[in-house]
Nanobody
């Protein structure tokens, strides 16, 4: 199960921190990612972090957003600073979970959390 939280309403220039926690008898988690979908648009990758810690970001958020993870808690975060109205969207978390060693991973999506940035 994935539980995402931290969305809300913020003024332009403000900050929010999203969190996503995976629960269950997880062996490990490979990639963790945050996606977003604005009204009338396709879902897009915002940021991703691999098990080793390497990250990648959408060009539109580079320098403003930071993704991090806590492997011990199977939790990852998205710190969003200098928010803009165009960041308004539903944000979804996504993980690749390995339930047992040597097994392939399964992909899961969180329900989504609304982020609204007012101008």
């Amino acid at each position: 199960q994935l539980q995402a939280c931290g969305g809300g309403l913020v003024q332009a220039g403000g900050s929010l921190r999203l969190a996503c926690a995976a629960s269950g008898s997880i062996f490990n988690i490979n990639d963790m990612g945050w996606y977003r979908q604005a009204a009338g648009r396709q879902r897009e990758l915002v940021a991703a972090i691999r098990q080793g810690g390497s990250t990648n970001y959408a060009d539109s958020v580079k320098g403003r957003f930071a993704i991090s993870r806590d492997n011990a808690k199977n939790t990852f975060y998205l710190q969003m600073n200098s928010l803009k109205p165009e960041d308004t969207a539903v944000y979804y978390c996504n993980v690749e979970v390995r339930w047992q060693p040597g097994f392939s991973t399964s992909t899961y999506w969180g329900r989504g959390t609304q982020v609204t940035v007012s101008s």
